[in-house]
Every structure is written in structure tokens, then in C-alpha cells.
């Protein structure tokens, strides 16, 4: 029998009480019916006032607190105990202060249906950049209890994409999917995959103590397990701007590649350390040119557990 709850979305969290309220706000206006979807929260520890922000909503929301002790940087740890809890076929996952679009798990789950086979959506962020450069615009622009209207107005103004839209805009119809390295878009601020293929291939990595990169490093074991990259403008969502610290998120990025290059032995895996030349927006460019075979892009399943 089909599972009735067909999505699990799994949302991240700590110290950041005021960015979780505004992300499940914009979870009790979905398109989709609310007993087709459940929320879990993997709860990192938080001392604010992170749990009563979600016992504002638990009777607005199938919702789950899953909370664990704070031992450093723990958002892959957070994460798996969310997926371990999922009952849904799909799971979303997005990061506090994301504001969904009310039509944002529909579309997930409407691009998991059409797809004959396994597919790794990465949804549309307005507002997500990498410096925090234009926050204080983006903040006059964003209503944070209004995720419709101020996607809307963002998208008809033409004002603060998705910081990846320089990699989509690349291809024709954001087709990227045969591309050697698709993953290095799949970064888990709005992304999807089924529930079923997330366990087979591990989940994310604990080992990676920095924050962030355990998404890259997952998206790449669902590249060698045969998912599809698919980019679905219709999942969209607005990243509420919050405090970045550029430099320290790319020594972060350093560790996470040495992590990767050390666990995959693949080719391409040092490529990542080259930056500012190679960069996750021209990486997919400078494969090819160094004529790299195709098993060096998509290791064997058993390779990358």
C-alpha cells in the first residue's frame, strides 16, 4: 500500500528561533494537504527560544522535535536523525530562514512523480547568496510572513536571484543533468530526494565537523547512484538574509574538499581545491577540457561507502 504522507521535510536548526518561525509559517500555507506532508526538525542543541517557536505551530503542522545535545557543528548529525524518522516517500530539505513558496512541496513531489527514475531536485532560492553583500536591500523587500507575495514581487522586478543562476543560465533550459559533475549544484538550502535512496547511499557524513559541504558530499553519492539533477524553478522559496562571514565559509569549503578528495580518490576531487580558477560555476567547463574518462566523474556505488 502507498504511504498516505508523501513527504518528510527536514529542516536543521540552531540558535536560530526567529529564521525557524518564519520557515514553518510559510510550511502552513503549502498547496499540499497538510496531512500529505510531516516536518522534522533536527535540533542541534538550540539555548534560545527555538522550542517554543515550534510548539506555536504544532497544531498547524504534523511537526517533530527532534532535538540533540549541542557537540560542535552537527547539521549532517541533525539531519540523519530527521531521515531516520521520515515516514514520507520524499524528503525535502531546506534550512531555517528558507521561506517556502505555498506551491514548493507540490512541485518536489510532482517532479519525484514524472521522473522515470531516481531524480536529486534542487529547488529555486530567491535571495540566497554567498557574502551576505545585499542584506539590508533584500531585508526592505522581504516580508517574512509572506512568502507568495514577496517571491512574486522579487521574480517580477528582477531582483536577487539565485546566486546559481550564473551556472543554470549556462545551459539551455537549466538543463544540466549530463553534465560530469551536476552535484556541485545540490546544496541543501531547497533540495529533494527520495527517502529510499537517501538510506541506501548513507545519508549525509558525520565526519564533516565544519559547517556546511556535507551536501556536496551527498549529492555526489546520489550522482554514482544514478540520480538525475533536475533543477525545478516551480519548488522556489526566499532565503531570509541573515549574517555571513565569506572568508570563513571558504576556509570551511577547503576542509570539506580535502575531506572529499581523501574519501573518493576520484580524479575530479581535486579540481576543488583550485579556487578562485576552478569554481563550483565553471568546474563542469574544465573537466572536459582536461579530458578526464567518464568513470572518473561517477565512481562505483561501493566506492563511495
Given at each position: 500500500m502507498a504511504n498516505s504522507r508523501r513527504c518528510s521535510v527536514v529542516i536543521p536548526?540552531?540558535?536560530?528561533?526567529?529564521?525557524?518561525?518564519?520557515?514553518?509559517?510559510?510550511?502552513?500555507?503549502?498547496?499540499?494537504?497538510?496531512?500529505?506532508?510531516?516536518?522534522?526538525?533536527?535540533?542541534?542543541?538550540?539555548t534560545d527560544h527555538t522550542?517554543?517557536?515550534?510548539?506555536?505551530?504544532?497544531?498547524?503542522?504534523?511537526?517533530?522535535h527532534l532535538y540533540q545535545e549541542h557537540d560542535g557543528v552537527g547539521a549532517a548529525r541533525a539531519r540523519n536523525a530527521c531521515i531516520r524518522e521520515a515516514t514520507g516517500d520524499v524528503c525535502v530539505m531546506i534550512d531555517s530562514g528558507v521561506?517556502?513558496?505555498?506551491?514548493m512541496l507540490a512541485a518536489h513531489l510532482a517532479t519525484h512523480d514524472s521522473?522515470?527514475?531516481?531524480v536529486a531536485v534542487?529547488?529555486?532560492v530567491y535571495g540566497f547568496d554567498l557574502d551576505g553583500e545585499y542584506r539590508s536591500d533584500l531585508e526592505k523587500l522581504i516580508d517574512p510572513w509572506d512568502a507568495d507575495g514577496t517571491i512574486e514581487r522579487l521574480a517580477s522586478q528582477g531582483d536577487h536571484p539565485d546566486v546559481r543562476d550564473e551556472f543554470y543560465?549556462?545551459?539551455?533550459?537549466?538543463?544540466?543533468?549530463?553534465?560530469p559533475a551536476p552535484w556541485i549544484m545540490y546544496w541543501t538550502c531547497n533540495v529533494s530526494a527520495r527517502t529510499s535512496q537517501l538510506h541506501d547511499v548513507g545519508m549525509f557524513d558525520e565526519g564533516f565537523r565544519t559547517l556546511g559541504g556535507e551536501d556536496l558530499d551527498l549529492g555526489y553519492r546520489l550522482h554514482c547512484d544514478d540520480a538525475r539533477f533536475v533543477l525545478d524553478r516551480a519548488a522556489s522559496s526566499v532565503h531570509y538574509p541573515h549574517p555571513k562571514d565569506f572568508s570563513q565559509n571558504l576556509t570551511n569549503a577547503m576542509v570539506t574538499y580535502q575531506?572529499?578528495?581523501?574519501?573518493?580518490?576520484?580524479?575530479?576531487?581535486?579540481?576543488?581545491?583550485?579556487?578562485?580558477?576552478?569554481?563550483?560555476?565553471?568546474?563542469?567547463?574544465?573537466?572536459?577540457?582536461?579530458?578526464?574518462?567518464?568513470?572518473a566523474t561517477r565512481m562505483d556505488r561501493k566506492q563511495t561507502r
Open positions: 536548526t540552531y540558535n536560530r528561533a526567529e529564521l525557524l518561525g518564519y520557515t514553518l509559517e510559510s510550511l502552513t500555507r503549502q498547496t499540499l494537504a497538510v496531512d500529505r506532508f510531516e516536518v522534522l526538525i533536527g535540533d542541534d542543541g538550540s522550542r517554543s517557536v515550534i510548539d506555536r505551530y504544532r497544531d498547524r503542522v504534523q511537526l517533530r521561506m517556502a513558496h505555498s506551491g521522473a522515470p527514475g531516481p534542487i529547488g529555486y543560465l549556462r545551459y539551455d533550459n537549466d538543463d544540466f543533468a549530463d553534465l575531506r572529499m578528495i581523501e574519501k573518493y580518490r576520484s580524479p575530479v576531487m581535486p579540481l576543488l581545491m583550485a579556487v578562485p580558477t576552478i569554481h563550483p560555476f565553471n568546474i563542469n567547463d574544465v573537466i572536459p577540457v582536461l579530458d578526464l574518462p567518464p568513470e
